[in-house]
């Protein structure tokens, strides 16, 4: 066997110790980095926890030096990024903001919250079907975060799908049992549909678990009102409307006015009302729900000044000319009452009431003929009409 040339082994050798030493070199170079990597990783999450607590005591010029310096060392934290977005939102730099979520939904397309922020940028600029696309994605990855569901009825709401928003609410209530942000859009949803009974039970059940919140308390007063349940939403409102930032609510006095006409207490009903048209002077509506409690107590004098302003304000409101009519009326006044409801019922042309109040106005002037013209015309829009039926049969056309 022929040995190996003793310059062949040590070239081999070299060879070989050189590529050792490189490979040694190489490793520890990418330990190095690696450990470089994972100190800036470090650091970079101490300097998130201060920018996050500079973000909650609202110093957002801090928090910005404080994420742009940690972000500098950890450009792939998805927490950086996603607290870098929310400062974005705060000073209006969506477009920013945007570019920060999109970097944080790419490393983490788990986290919800990327989705909601995505959410709420859409929703700022006002396309109502992509906000609403990904506070889905936030609310499927996070099904309990309240806030993320929330936002979704908001933009069904949004997009004119007060059912599907109703719906969706519905399926999680039981889940968020102990919810009363839940409860109270239910009810308000169920209001607007005019389930009134079911909204009040619903709104009761989150007064229930947030008893000091008032905004809860007022819709709840309200759906009382709109329910018919008038005793209830007068204790109510009586209460909402001793409080500081609702005793100035010339809607809330309206609505207590109207309860307790419907309760038979008239003279607190005009007091009510006088308050409502002093928060409101340039309300139609006030004027004439004061003249109506006026006119319950024979008050004329205010009777007539109420509805002089209504129709001043509103002179289309049909309501107020056929109330005019009605308070000629009791003064015996026909000359004047005719007038009035013949202007009611030009400017309400289906109102049956009108046609009829005219009619008999003219036969209380001793024109018969005429008045059953207005009876006829009021049973033709509505054949078995209470009122114009009875006038009708009441006609003596003999005399």
Same mark, same amino acid.
């Given at each position: 066997?022929?040995?190996?040339p003793?310059?062949?082994?040590?070239?081999?050798?070299?060879?070989?110790?050189?590529?050792?030493?490189?490979g040694?070199g190489?490793?520890?170079?990418?330990?190095?980095?690696?450990?470089?990597?994972e100190?800036?990783s470090a =650091?970079?999450?101490v300097?998130?926890?201060?920018a996050?607590d500079?973000?909650?005591?609202?110093?957002?010029?801090?928090?910005?030096?404080?994420?742009?310096?940690?972000?500098? $060392?950890?450009?792939?934290?998805?927490?950086?990024?996603?607290?870098?977005a929310?400062?974005?939102?705060?000073?209006?730099?969506?477009?920013?903001?945007?570019?920060d979520?999109?970097?944080?939904?790419?490393?983490?397309?788990?986290?919800?919250?990327?989705?909601?922020?995505? +959410?709420?940028i859409y929703?700022?600029?006002q396309?109502?079907?992509a906000?609403f696309?990904?506070?889905?994605?936030?609310?499927?990855?996070?099904?309990?975060?309240?806030?993320?569901?929330?936002?979704?009825?908001?933009?069904l709401?949004?997009?004119?799908?007060?059912?599907?928003?109703l719906?969706?609410?519905? #399926?999680?209530?039981?889940?968020?049992?102990?919810?009363?942000?839940?409860?109270?859009?239910? +009810?308000?949803? %169920?209001v607007q549909?005019? *389930?009134?009974?079911?909204?009040?039970?619903?709104? =009761?059940? /989150?007064s229930?678990?947030?008893t000091?919140? $008032?905004?809860?308390?007022?819709?709840?007063?309200?759906?009382? @009102?709109?329910?018919?349940?008038?005793?209830?939403?007068?204790?109510?409102?009586?209460?909402?409307?001793? &409080?500081?930032?609702?005793?100035d =609510?010339?809607?809330? @006095?309206?609505?207590l006015?109207?309860?307790?006409?419907?309760l038979?207490?008239?003279?607190?009903?005009?007091?009510t009302?006088?308050?409502?048209?002093?928060?409101?002077?340039?309300?139609?509506?006030?004027?004439?729900?004061?003249? *109506?409690? /006026?006119?319950?107590?024979?008050?004329?004098?205010?009777a007539?000044?109420?509805l *002089?302003?209504a129709?001043?304000?509103?002179p289309?409101?049909?309501?107020?000319?056929?109330? $005019? +009519?009605?308070?000629?009326?009791?003064?015996?006044?026909? /000359?004047?009452?005719?007038?009035?409801?013949k &202007?009611?019922?030009?400017?309400?042309?289906?109102?049956?009431?009108? %046609?009829?109040?005219?009619g008999?106005?003219?036969?209380?002037m001793g024109k018969?003929?005429?008045?059953v013209?207005?009876?006829?015309k009021?049973?033709?829009? *509505?054949?078995?009409?209470? $009122?114009?039926t009875?006038?009708?049969?009441?006609?003596?056309?003999? #005399?």
């Open positions: 066997m022929r040995s190996v003793f310059r062949f082994v040590t070239v081999a050798f070299v060879l070989a110790s050189l590529a050792s030493v490189a040694c190489s490793m520890k170079n990418e330990q190095k980095i690696k450990a470089k990597q100190w800036n =650091r970079a999450n300097l998130y926890s201060l996050k500079q973000y909650a005591t609202g110093n957002f010029d801090k928090s910005r030096q404080t994420v742009d310096e940690a972000l500098g $060392m950890d450009p792939q934290n998805v927490g950086l990024r996603i607290l870098s929310k400062l974005n939102i705060e000073q209006g730099r969506l477009e920013n903001a945007e570019g979520l999109k970097l944080a939904r790419a490393t983490a397309p788990k986290n919800a919250e990327a989705d909601y922020l995505t +959410g709420v929703q700022r600029w396309k109502p079907q906000a696309d990904y506070y889905r994605a936030a609310s499927e990855k996070a099904p309990s975060e309240l806030a993320y569901v929330m936002a979704r009825a908001e933009m709401v949004a997009m004119d799908q007060q059912q599907q928003a719906v969706l609410l519905q #399926e999680k209530v039981t889940y968020f049992e102990h919810s009363a942000v839940i409860r109270d859009a239910v +009810g308000q949803l %169920l549909q005019k *389930k009134y009974k079911e909204g009040v039970d619903m709104l =009761r059940q /989150a229930i678990l947030a000091d919140d $008032m905004s809860i308390r007022e819709h709840l007063a309200l759906a009382m @009102f709109y329910a018919g349940q008038y005793r209830e939403a007068s204790d109510a409102l009586t209460r909402l409307t001793k &409080k500081d930032g609702y005793d =609510r010339a809607d809330l @006095f309206a609505a006015g109207e309860c307790q006409l419907n038979g207490q008239y003279r607190d009903a005009r007091s009302f006088e308050t409502a048209t002093q928060l409101s002077p340039s309300s139609a509506g006030m004027w004439l729900s004061h003249a *109506k409690a /006026a006119m319950q107590l024979n008050d004329i004098k205010r007539d000044v109420s *002089k302003k129709i001043a304000l509103a289309e409101n049909s309501e107020a000319h056929l109330l $005019m +009519g009605y308070m000629r009326l009791r003064q015996n006044d026909l /000359a004047a009452a005719l007038p009035a409801f &202007k009611a019922a030009a400017l309400d042309q289906n109102d049956t009431v009108s %046609l009829c109040m005219v008999y106005a003219l036969e209380r018969p003929e005429q008045a013209q207005y009876y006829s009021a049973l033709r829009l *509505k054949p078995n009409d209470e $009122m114009a009875k006038f009708m049969a009441s006609v003596n056309l003999a #005399e």
